[in-house]
Antibody
Framework: QVQLVQSGPEVKKSGASVKVSCKAS????????INWMRQAPGQGLEWVGC????????KYAQKVHGRVTMTTDTSTNTAYMELRSLRSDDTAVYYC?????????????WGQGTLVTVSA | QSVLTQPPSASGTPGQRVTMSCSGS????????VYWYQHVPGTAPKLLIY???QRPSGVPDRFSGSKSGTSASLAISELRSEDEGEYYC???????????FGGGTKLTVL
């Protein structure tokens, strides 16, 4: 079955960078876009951005624009999200998810989540 | 604040029916499909409803979605303790050209 497995928790200092991975299996990598969402403590889910492996196009939320880069490695069927200049409000659980249709909000399945903690 | 508006909490007793709302605008809910996700803390969010009122295979028919104008709602009948969690509505927004989320509704089964 289609599965997304994310990398483990990260603890970073403010100003540092973090790179979270999302390894896909069970489908033809590149058939679907990969979106990233996050949930900060006590907050709701927030869309962070997306990467279309087929076109190479990316789209990022305003809140992280200029600090985030989403890429994929087709040799390992893995998607990556790198967030730079980390701030305390970047502390969150980050999720990757497949985007089943363009211009919809149809995300399925999701990865198990990666906790990123940013300390002062 | 979230583009889509959801009440922060809802509750019910086992066996009851609970509904939760999701309010948006012409650029999202009125012109696009609505999706609902169930999120139990510590687990991956799970798709409950797609294309406003369709259930993926494996989702019980106790869960139903509807949409009217700029609002959508999720109903859960025959409430069970395992239904506790957070419920999020999402939709595509034509003005932003991004998917937008509601702030989530935390469901408590009393």
């Amino acid at each position: 079955q289609v599965q997304l497995v994310q990398s483990g928790p990260e603890v970073k200092k403010s100003g540092a960078s973090v790179k979270v991975s999302c390894k896909a299996s069970g489908y033809t990598f590149g058939s679907y876009g990969i979106n990233w969402m996050r949930q900060a403590p006590g907050q709701g889910l927030e869309w962070v951005g997306c990467f279309n492996p087929y076109t190479g196009e990316t789209k990022y939320a305003q809140k992280v624009h200029g600090r985030v880069t989403m890429t994929t490695d087709t040799s390992t069927n893995t998607a990556y999200m790198e967030l730079r200049s980390l701030r305390s409000d970047d502390t969150a659980v980050y999720y990757c998810a497949l985007e089943l249709y363009i211009r919809e909000a149809w995300f399925e399945p999701w990865g198990q989540g990666t906790l990123v903690t940013v300390s002062a | 604040q979230s583009v889509l508006t959801q009440p922060p909490s809802a509750s019910g007793t086992p066996g009851q029916r609970v509904t939760m709302s999701c309010s948006g605008s012409r650029s999202n809910i009125e012109t696009n499909n609505v999706y609902w996700y169930q999120h139990v803390p510590g687990t991956a969010p799970k798709l409950l409803i797609y294309r406003s009122n369709q259930r993926p295979s494996g989702v019980p028919d106790r869960f139903s979605g509807s949409k009217s104008g700029t609002s959508a709602s999720l109903a859960i009948s025959e409430l069970r303790s395992e239904d506790e969690g957070e419920y999020y509505c999402t939709s595509w927004d034509d003005d932003l050209s991004d998917p937008v989320f509601g702030g989530g509704t935390k469901l408590t089964v009393l």
